[in-house]
């Protein structure tokens, strides 16, 4: 069952980069209630993939808290595509999209606590090492955030913590389950960084928004994947 389920995924993987594909299009030339149609589209195929290894491998509580994790990922995306959609409440909505993500963050720290939790040297020296490369990143983009500073800083904490997580957990245990973990962590912290240089520079770029949306569902994927090796 495991490499039907795996050959699923990588047909969810292809159907969801035909809808990324179309997404990003239609919000180059400002379709943006296409463009919200299609992320959903994209983001319910890493649900799917979730969904159908738990019914069809078996069912476990750390198994459905990733799904849940996934499901908050799909609103937290939908969320923050209002933003094109109603300008006037642009902070409101990612500030919300953020919200969401949060929730899903927090479960996957606390899945990986049940598996077996992580190495804490490995998780100290990580967090620290993502932390400086994160704030170098920043410093040679040189966005600015305003008011939304201190929200954002907590909310990047969070997504860099599971990373580390994610990366010292898969170090004690070596798990492909655990590797996935930390490529998921990894593959966001990349995503969400290119997400605030895109978001808060005064010459945001076209590219940037692709390199984003090709590393947040590589790392939706990844966690998908995840699910199946738990």
């Not at 808290?65 to 300008?87: H, K, N, R, S, T």
């Not at 909505?93 to 953020?98: D, I, K, Q, R, V």
């Not at 945001?204 to 692709?210: A, C, D, W």
């Amino acid at each position: 069952m495991k490499l039907e389920l795996i050959i699923l995924g990588f047909a969810l993987m292809l159907l969801c980069s035909f809808f990324v594909t179309v997404f990003l299009k239609s919000f180059y030339h400002k379709r943006f209630k296409n463009a919200i149609l299609f992320k959903g589209l994209s983001s319910l195929c890493f649900v799917a993939l979730g969904a159908a290894i738990l019914l069809l491998d078996g069912f476990s509580w750390i198994r459905l808290m990733i799904l849940i994790g996934l499901c908050f990922g799909v609103l937290g995306d939908e969320v923050l595509a209002l933003c094109q959609i109603y300008p006037k409440s642009d902070l409101k909505h990612f500030l919300g999209g953020g919200v969401f993500f949060v929730v899903g963050h927090v479960l996957y720290i606390l899945s990986m606590i049940f598996i077996g939790g992580p190495n804490i040297i490995a998780l100290v020296l990580a967090f620290a090492l993502i932390c400086g490369i994160s704030l170098l990143y920043e410093n040679k983009k040189k966005f600015f955030v305003g008011e939304m500073k201190n929200s954002l800083k907590l909310y990047i904490g969070i997504v860099i913590l599971f990373a580390a997580m994610g990366i010292a957990t898969f170090l004690k245990h070596g798990t492909l389950a655990t590797a996935c973990m930390a490529l998921g962590g990894i593959l966001f912290t990349v995503s969400d960084n290119i997400l605030f240089a895109f978001k808060f520079s005064s010459r945001p770029r076209y590219r940037q928004n692709v390199a984003l949306h090709i590393a947040y569902y590589l790392a939706q994927f990844a966690l998908a994947f995840s699910i199946l090796f738990i």
